[in-house]
């Protein structure tokens, strides 16, 4: 399945983890819920109608966080990442984010933009995501 | 926040599907003297709003919709964070005040005035 036919799914759902290593970035992902009828192809879903899998970016060039060229790891750093904004186009990934701590007393206030740019980019269809929702 | 007596409730659109109506959430919530604009600088201008009500502390989120997207990403919706939740599973709340998870149907709150059905 090409993922960037369905990239619109994922505002309200989940960034649930980075894996990055060397070249290679693994962003474990969940959509909000689905309707069936809004998809344009068949694509197995989670328990709870998600699209959920790991987003696979090989021969990472470039990583921009909020304008800013990352030199270091990119990391996750709070509980939960809300999706905002997902598209991918061409080679790139772009991601709106609104992070999320728990309890959400006091409300954490930080959101990022974050851009990657590789070579391969593929996504892996995981229904059953562990946190998935 | 809206100038109608209180309805919560959840009906049908033209399109057969499920929309959760709250008769409080106000059209145009920058025009909304009850609420505080306390949107992320980053967020503003990519159409995600944040909205603190003065009088009750309770926070509001607004998304835009953008005609080009699938399901709720096309209309304005509101969330409502559950100040209480302790996880992805209770992290917003329904139409009634319930705990839902992020994502859920249910989360996506609209008010009356921009639902639509025949």
Request: with cysteine.
């Amino acid at each position: 399945m090409n993922i960037s036919e369905h990239t619109g799914f994922f505002h309200d759902g989940s960034l649930i983890e980075i894996e990055h290593k060397n070249d290679k970035i693994i962003l474990s992902m969940s959509s909000a819920e689905v309707d069936e009828t809004d998809l344009k192809e068949p694509i197995e879903l989670s328990e709870n109608d998600r699209i959920a899998g790991k987003l696979h970016i090989e021969g990472v060039k470039n990583i921009i966080v909020d304008d800013e060229v990352l030199e270091v790891t990119l990391k996750k750093e709070y509980d939960n990442g809300h999706i905002c904004d997902f598209e991918i186009i061409d080679n790139t990934v772009n991601l709106a984010i609104r992070w999320v701590n728990y309890p959400r007393k006091p409300e954490v206030d930080v959101f990022s933009v974050i851009t990657i740019e590789g070579q391969k980019i593929y996504w892996e269809n995981i229904p059953d995501l562990e946190d998935g929702l | 926040m809206g100038k109608h007596s209180r309805f919560r409730g959840r009906i049908i659109d033209c399109r057969g599907k499920i929309k959760t109506v709250i008769s409080e959430l106000p059209i145009n919530p920058f025009k909304d003297p009850r609420l505080e604009d306390i949107t992320h600088p980053k967020a503003k201008g990519r159409g995600h709003y944040q909205f603190k009500d003065r009088e009750t502390g309770q926070i509001i989120e607004y998304d835009k919709g953008r005609p080009n997207k699938p399901g709720h990403g096309a209309h304005d919706h509101y969330h409502r964070p559950n100040p209480n939740s302790t996880g992805k599973y209770d992290e917003y709340l329904d139409g009634a005040g319930r705990p839902v998870p992020d994502g859920s149907e249910a989360s996506h709150l609209y008010p009356p005035e921009s639902v639509w059905w025949k």
